[in-house]
């Protein structure tokens, strides 16, 4: 019964990782190793540290630049607190797994620093709670909240 109610969602499970797989897959031909995906991560220095590496940058950008660094922890507040207001949003248990995954693997990395908001653009569902608020405005109000958003967005970006 399950099963059948559920298809398509088994059906997403099941292909989600295709992409990642066929990645691996690709580069174990090129460089005939089963595990030289891992090799090539090694290589430029990415792998898991539990976070060991964002502590470390986080730290030594306090101490070089006290507003830098302040900016970096109240991004990754901003973050923590998003990620709690989806628990509280009673978001699908989907999509809290993928949240809560997707901020594990940008946070808890090594490697180059500024790869974490680029891995970090797939967390989407962090973003419904600003969605909701929008939501309810004023269809001008609206429009204005989303304007500056775009306008940080693009400033960020450059």
Known sequence: MLLRLHRPMLLGLLLAPLGWLSYVLYVAARRDDLLAYFA???AWGNGFDGGRALAGFAAETLRSNTLAGLGLCAAL???FWLLRLCVRQRQPL???VYSFAVVA???AGSGYFGSRPRLMMPAFPLLLPAA???ARQQPARAALICAVAAVASGVYGA
């Open 132 to 134: 909701v608020v929008v």
């Open 94 to 96: 989907p999509l809290l």
């Open 40 to 42: 090539v991560q090694e």
């Open 77 to 79: 507040a901003l973050v």
């Open 105 to 107: 693997v940008s946070l």
